[in-house]
């Protein structure tokens, strides 16, 4: 039987993310399963090139997310 107690997912925006979304850091609700390319749907932000990573590490699209995971979705930049 599926669990359908919503998962809490905390997602933080770095760089201009956050002023394009309007937010640098909040909680959202998913439902299990739930991925970080779902996520990334849920957010808007298909088609943007970003970099989402837990715990310093980088998710693909099709990585599962947890209840209590805290997720960070930056925008890809390069310099030197």
Do not use: W, Y
């Not at 299990?32 to 715990?55: C, N």
């Not at 997310?65 to 930049?77: E, K, Q």
């Amino acid at each position: 039987m599926k669990d359908l107690t919503p998962m809490r997912i905390r997602v933080k925006l770095i760089g201009r993310f956050v002023e394009k979304f309007g937010f640098s850091e909040k909680e959202l609700e998913a439902p299990a399963p739930f991925t970080a390319g779902d996520l990334v749907a849920r957010l808007g932000m298909a088609g943007l090139d970003q970099i989402v990573t837990r715990s310093g590490q980088a998710l693909c699209p099709a990585q599962s997310l947890a209840d209590g995971d805290r997720v960070v979705i930056a925008p890809i930049f390069s310099g030197g």
